[in-house]
């Protein structure tokens, strides 16, 4: 399936492919039609994530190059991370040079941050545990400064950060934009209101995608922590009560509500935590019953994530439709829609 290349204009005119599990069909619509494939009593929960410059170069001590990608920020004030070798987003990242390998006590520079490696993370000597030298607003003044949103090469020119915010956007937590809601223009929004559709939200620390290399792709996503509000614990519990169905905007919503539920014998509790659940065939949600997603090929995690959501015959016959259809992937892509009527 061919990429996007570049945010579109009016993303609520992009297509939508509507994915009935139990019906075993699916059939081509509109971002704008969403609300008509909703109902009044329905909960559509969305990561209000924003996304942060996570993508920033500098130099080591010897003068090498190197990309930092940022991917969480721990609780004692350190970061995981991602380092590349020399280059940036024009180049493919599975062609990048690999970057210097850098021990424990290793200081370098990016953005014009001191940084230093506090461990090296299996499975791979790329994937660090990093400390600044700066914290608090002097750190998030320097990301903001000289950092720049992660972007991959399909993309046909330089993104701004607000190219990757969706338009509820909050708390910086998000290393990648919480692509399903980029669609979710503020006319969908209150289309859905008006539908009696009712909305919520929680905040998810959406991880990096891909790094181009396979050992380190084969353990994404990393474990990721969300902070559920005591009132989207509420509404949920009471759209599930009343025979509604909770729709998850994206991926990360599904891990975020569904982690969480995993953790207290099935009951979802508010606050704030951190999940490793990994998603796929065989897995019964116990919160969500479907999920808005992007377009996403068979092979990749994403799609094996909608696997605990539809029959894997049904997602490839979804797939090839789409792309025969010209259904364009990746964050500014077309929209999926996995829900029984």
Known sequence: MKPARWPV????????????????????ARVADLPSLLR??????????????????????????????????????????????????RKRTEDRPPPPVLPV?????????????????????????????EDGAALWSALYQGGRPVQYAYTVAPLSLWHVQTGYGARPWATEAPSAGLPLTWNVLLALRRRG???????????????GDA??????PRPERSDIPVATVA??????????????????????????AAM???????????TDLLLGPGFVPRVVHGLLTGMHEPGSSHHALLQAFA???????????????GYLGHEFGDSSLVLDA
Not at 9 to 28: A, C, K, N, V
Not at 311 to 325: D, I, M
């Open 9 to 28: 204009d009016h993303p609520e005119e992009g297509r939508l492919l509507h994915i009935e599990p139990r019906g075993r069909r699916f059939s081509d």
């Open 215 to 220: 050992v380190l792709d084969a353990a994404l």
């Open 40 to 89: 009044d009593g329905d909960l559509l929960v969305v990561n209000d994530a924003a996304t942060f410059p996570a993508s920033l170069l500098g130099r080591t001590a010897s003068g090498e190059r190197v990309e930092l990608r940022l991917v969480s920020r721990e609780q004692d004030g350190t970061w995981t991370a991602v380092l590349f070798g020399a280059g940036d987003w």
């Open 311 to 325: 029959p894997s015959l049904l997602l490839k016959e979804a797939a090839a439709h789409a792309e025969a259809r």
């Open 264 to 274: 207290n014998g099935g009951r979802l509790v508010a606050g704030e935590a951190v």
């Open 105 to 133: 006590g290793t200081r370098f520079t990016v953005v014009g941050l001191p940084v230093q490696v506090v461990e090296v993370l299996p499975p791979s000597p790329r994937l660090l545990r990093v400390a600044f030298d």
């Open 235 to 260: 509404q949920v519990e009471a759209t599930r009560a009343a025979g509604g169905r909770v729709v998850a905007v994206g991926t990360t919503v599904v891990r975020a509500l569904e982690g969480r």
């Open 197 to 211: 559709v009712r909305l919520a939200s929680l905040t998810h620390a959406a991880g990096l995608s891909s790094t």
